[in-house]
């Protein structure tokens, strides 16, 4: 872990070059330590429109201004709350180089690079790893669900980490694509040196658990998809959390993580409670949409999404202000 | 709530001697504190058969000595893993009266008396604190799961409870009943003076902190519904567990709640996690049969179980031997 | 198929005395021509209820008269919509004795006497043809779903089936028991000499399909398990269906059953479309309260279900006329 | 009718000008007699791959030619059984491009168009058209799920029709998004002078035959989009089917659709029973890779697809082999 605190000194400089993180902590440590540290807590930030659907990377660099205050361990950017699937590759490519470029330089960036394809994903992958990415968060494919077994997607994910140029993360978010990555999978694939953990969003703490349990040899980190579960998978032996509502309540996610790793469980347990409300109602139920809205009312851009997502009804803002309110947050 | 009161206003003696949990936590706290304390360990009790698959009354007396031996909070009788639904009305009563015969007076004796239909649960809810029940354990209605909705759930257990003699626990399992108890029904319900708490066995640990967040108020205690997410539950802020594993491992959960409760949460945790996949064999994998084996295998009668439920076969047998061995237990 | 032709020829007074149907075309035609012809449409009656909730033995009689008028093939008495689950084993017993002496001798009974263990289907099936049923609806047992695999349902519907006195007609119906009886034990027990066919409720068309072409050389007989799709299982070769709308459009089911079997298809395709919507309204949206209130539109005693299934909200009774209205028959 | 038999009856030559087919339909024939007429069969064609994974364009055209004998109403090109998910925007467009080259001009070519965003499907849908789409086969988003509610399709598909050059074909197959296209949306959409039809995927035929009650005043066409149901569909008022089972056995899905259109109900019956399990092997099944294996038995090019969809192992093999050879096919 030492390489690790190592990295993470380096001066901003150091990261300007085109060695990226994973290259650089191997040179530094070799192989044996080659596990990038993802322990923290990290906004899937979302991706801000212009009123005609363009990217607003102006309103996307104001964000990180905000961000940057808060003590995330990094970003996620185009994960699910990016709204990947409704950019180009293009862009997808194009907003990872624009955070990287504006975050300071110990803020890790893990970009999503998942495609259908395996062909595609090795593509993305390096051109995120060119991007700036230090780690990429690869989903798991689904079109074909009846074909997408632990063989298949264990073939998958090892051409992706053979060749990827940075670490990658397992992702699995059943929600989306209604498919979880099996146990299996995701024991064996945990062996593979250059895959250093997952971002698991079906929240069930068993699974979690014996995750943590099985990987236990592997230097595996479990970083839990969502901040309903975030004190629960930190008990079971998570690392940290990859937070929707880190993008509203960033600063109290990261007070969560703090009371977790150090014990004071009482605390912990009040902040959580009053955090699963809200959360639901930027995820489950009510989507990026309500995460937007929300990101408005706490002084970031958040703005409308891309068509086909539709921005809220009355009604439906009326229940995610009683999400935050009740809660006492607004 | 008259007959309520009346009993509680029994004096010990009455009672058949020995103060029951109920009594003695009432005795204690007056009125203000009259929800009985459900915090512990259950195990819910398998229902031992002869060759010809009738009741085994004098092996489950056996078992019951065993379970003497190990500080259980009390016992849940005729629960799922007591194949209730495979039992006739009678046979359930002689069950529960058996049980509380043989039973310390100091164990909570909590009945299951889920039925269909309300009038049948009333009934069978009225038997079961006849027979000596501490408390009843009952399951929502299933079968008309479309139409069973909050209201009607509501209604069902509003009725149960104004009419049942002893305090009444919520049962949600849907991997048997296809139907969650949903949240907003479980609020409700926590309301209602003889309503005390809910056995979750869904394992949604996200559902399981909102609804102790919700329900903070009314002194309603949720357990874990299965030894798997039994540490993270704790750690969200149920107060005991309901888990089949307890009859193989019942010394082990006991262990686990006293490190949870004690907040030795790192000892917990390498303990917890080696019994998720035991745990996992003898529910969601292989279901009672494995239960029953299991208890062979650790010194109890256990046998086979009703028809329709099948022998393991030989396959599975290893795999449920491999669950156990891998972990450390045989 | 001579057999069944000569017992169905048999005059109404033959059919008063003890012998049961099946007792009765064995004693005609020996062992490999026993099979009962299914072939028709059969409501599965409702249970009237008094206000508190009492089997209305009276309100049934009168339905029954009604039906008599209605050229049905048979009854089917204490299936789902009879709310079986809500009724003891005696009521359930007594619903069919009283269907049986007040129906026609022509027509079949057909009554539910699937229960979760093996030993009491054994034995209410026996009940069953005591009380005069003709032939038995044994439903999939599915509490323990997890264990209910082709293995445990042969077994279990292969003991019920060597022992019950009439012929065994198996029921699949998923939206109430969260278990589709898998399609190859149902093409093994279609051997059975004593299981004649399968009332199929999930509706699945091509599943349907298989299960004519697997068991053709069996002289299965499948019955569509919903009016919505008996068109559709008409071609594809059911011999008929098991229709709760049959309750309150009898007459219109008895029509489209023979412009089905005359292969009128343009006129039945017609029909057929007007009845999906009511039908929907009767079974998946609304269930059994809205069936018992468009029985009561119709000139039928439905009145109230037992609780916990409720009485149609305002806006529930609205949809369920729209649903009827608009389609033409209110 | 007439229009369509004219405009189908155009010279190769006028093909190739720059009038797509929905604004030669409508120049031809005024706007009440604009719908494109889709009646027939459809194989969804499967995508050659070289050893490379690239497109095989060689290998498509072998297969093209040999379709051309086969009285196919048209071919969808790009759907599921095309690999999209797993092709380039450019690899889309140009396997549409080559198939409207090589094909008879009297047959349809209908392309996938679908994707995430509006704004994606848009630009391809144009982009397809240009390349000599006669229509478009336009599936649901589904990343989202949960936000995909009637509102946000009907916005979606709206717009995509607004400016489609061409005819848009609706595509509900929830088997891979895991969503079904709603009902009212369906009804909805059918108004739409834009859009034409529905491939329906999910097989509940009783919402196939109220759809088609449900547009009746619209023309709107529903297309089968399985070979295991075609039969019923047709019977419910379906006019064809898109069907992976066709690239297979093209012949044999064509004289069923003759059976089915002539009234011929008995033969159909036995025809479409032999291809339950044939269709049910390479579509849920098996998949793809199985759909390719047995076009390489019938004198295809199938071969392997782009990963991460692995070849059938040895045992899917011999089931896939026996499930045609059982049925009379090999």
Known sequence: MLCVRVWRGLSPRCRGGHLTAWNRSRSHTGAAAAKLDLSGIYPPIATP????????YHRLQENLQKYAKIPFKGLVVQG???????????ERVEVVRTVRRSLQADKLVMAGSGCESTR???QLTERMAAAGADAVLVVNPCFYKGKMDSHA????FTKVADSSPVPVVLYSV????GLELPLDAVVHLSQHPNIV????????ITRIGLIVHKTKTQDFQVLAGSAGFLMAAYCVGAVG???????VLGQELCELERLCVSGRWEEARVLQQRLIEPNAAVTRKLGVPALKQAMEWFGFHGGACRSPLQPLTEAETKQLRRDFSSNGWL
Chains 1, 2, 3, 4 share one sequence.
């Not at 059943?174 to 694509?177: C, K, R, S, Y």
């Not at 953990?197 to 069930?204: A, E, M, Q, R, Y």
């Open 80 to 90: 699910s709350n990016g709204e990947y699937p409704y950019l180009t590759e293009e």
């Open 49 to 56: 429109f212009t009123a005609k659907e363009d990217v607003d």
């Open 197 to 204: 953990g997952l971002k698991d969003s079906g929240g069930d």
């Open 153 to 156: 997607l264990i073939q998958h």
């Open 120 to 122: 595609a994903t090795v």
């Open 174 to 177: 059943p929600a989306n694509t």
């Open 241 to 247: 959390g990859v937070c929707a509502l880190a993008n």
